[in-house]
């Protein structure tokens, strides 16, 4: 089910350009991905996501900001992020900035369960890891 949403927002998301047929290529479902985490964040977060971009720290005020105070967001390439000290590490984009995502959404459940299976079912600790690797 998250496969097939991943798909489809990426063929809804280009509406002006002609989607050739076939299989679909490794950075087109990484695009399409994004984009979709791109559209939940603007859905649930667009306060703190409008702030991030202007520069400054209003998104304190926002109600989301309990939930964001030991975050300290950034924003790289429109997606929230977790800031922190780990810039010079030699790890992954994703491992040093996690992809802030919101909880009790259909996407996130659809994530978990995505993981879940690939992970070969091995339990809620190791899908928790492998989330967190990311997100």
């Known amino acids: 089910m998250y496969n097939k949403c991943v798909l489809s927002s ?10 050739p047929k076939g299989t679909l290529h490794v950075q087109e479902l990484q695009e399409a991905e994004l ?7 603007q859905h649930v977060f667009p306060e703190v996501l409008e702030n991030l971009r202007k520069g400054n720290d209003q998104w304190k005020k ?3 900001s309990r939930s964001f105070d030991m975050l300290g967001p950034t924003l790289s390439n429109g997606l929230l992020r977790v800031g922190g000290r780990l ?5 992954s984009e994703y491992a040093k900035h996690p992809i802030i995502l919101p909880g009790r959404r259909h996407l996130t459940d659809l994530l978990i369960v995505k993981v879940h299976r690939d992970v070969g079912h091995s339990g809620m ?3 928790w890891s492998e989330i967190r690797q990311k997100f």
């Open 10 to 19: 990426k063929r809804c998301a280009d509406t002006n350009t002609t989607i």
């Open 35 to 41: 984009t979709l985490f791109r559209i939940v964040q």
């Open 62 to 64: 926002t109600k989301h």
């Open 87 to 91: 810039e010079l590490a030699s790890i």
């Open 125 to 127: 600790s190791h899908t």
